[in-house]
């Protein structure tokens, strides 16, 4: 069983086990929806399309998303070390790559099954959860962009732009990823996913959607996209690996391979181009880059666990039991 340092300090998360969440259950009976339901469903209200207007917010709604905000943060900051940060560019430098690593450690176990031992139907369960996250990725990248100038917003300008597909229509990474999910669907046996996501896998769209939202977390934003995309590469390449060991389409794997690539990139853009100049530059912004590097930690941690523990509700999981445990 894995675990793993937070930072420098004793705290440790075991990656196996998702911790109970005490603040933010549901008041009433099983019919009420889970507190990330209700987040998520503000969240994609506030950013709707633009003939949705009507459906907008009012400023009477934004008091008890607050509070329920401010209860998640509260929670998740205690679940982090933040007495043994770096206190310049060169310690950040080794602070994040050092938590770089563990981050890869402390998912491998699941990644590496389904890149060697998964099933078609677990790796097609994997794929099509993500779908009903809807962390809306390229309006998180959109707004992160506010306020910034200089070869800063042109990093995150970049990483946009791959999202769009360069300019091209048909290349929309929206576009490719909900062909894959059309595929894989197919391979569920008609389980109705929209019914049955965890809310570990809530928190880990409505985190960046929080982050984006609420501008006084936005060095948690950047904190948080750096180390999502400078460790979806691994991600990526083991469930490609997966895929391919069905003979999966092109049109299948075609999102997924692309990213083994740009989420590389992009990675290290954000960390040279945007928070090392913001490091240097604000050096008082360290506290909150480092919060947001290490609750995307803890919540991507769990919603792995998470998915692998769906799977075994479900009777889906084969090799994930004896492997990992």
Request: hydrophobic share 40%.
């Amino acid at each position: 069983m894995s675990t793993i340092a937070l930072a420098s300090g004793t705290s440790s998360h075991n990656f196996m086990r998702a911790p109970q969440w005490p603040l933010l259950r549901p008041a009433g009976g099983s019919d009420t929806p889970s507190v990330q339901r209700q987040l998520n469903a503000f969240y994609l209200r506030e950013l709707g399309a633009p003939g949705d207007y009507g459906k907008t917010p009012q400023l009477e709604e934004y008091g008890a998303i607050a509070a329920l905000e401010q209860s998640w943060n509260t929670f998740e900051e205690s679940r982090i070390d933040l007495d043994h940060l770096p206190t310049d560019a060169a310690s950040f430098t080794v602070w994040y790559s050092k938590l770089h690593r563990e981050h890869r450690h402390a998912v491998a176990p699941f990644f590496e099954i389904l890149s060697e031992r998964a099933s078609l139907r677990e790796l097609a369960f994997y794929v099509s959860l993500e779908e009903q996250v809807d962390g809306r990725f390229d309006d998180v990248i959109a707004l992160a962009q506010l306020g910034m100038t200089d070869d800063m917003k042109l990093a995150l300008a970049e990483n946009y732009w791959d999202e769009m597909g360069c300019g091209n229509l048909a290349d929309l990474h929206t576009t490719w990823f909900a062909e894959s999910v059309a595929h894989l669907r197919g391979f569920l046996g008609g389980i109705d996913l929209s019914a049955m996501v965890p809310d570990a896998a809530l928190r880990n769209g409505n985190l960046l959607l929080m982050y984006a939202l609420r501008r006084r977390y936005l060095p948690r934003l950047l904190g948080a996209l750096a180390l999502l995309e400078h460790t979806a590469p691994y991600r990526f390449a083991r469930l490609v690996r997966g895929l391919r060991r069905f003979d999966m389409p092109e049109s299948v794997i075609r999102y997924h391979e692309l990213h083994i690539e740009v989420d590389a990139r992009h990675g290290k853009q954000i960390l040279q181009r945007v928070l090392l100049p913001l490091v240097t530059r604000h050096p008082e912004m360290i506290r909150e880059l480092c919060t947001g590097c290490l609750i995307r930690h803890n919540i991507a941690v769990d919603y792995y666990q998470s998915i692998e523990t769906a799977m075994q509700d479900l009777g889906l999981r084969s090799q994930i039991a004896t492997a990992v445990h």
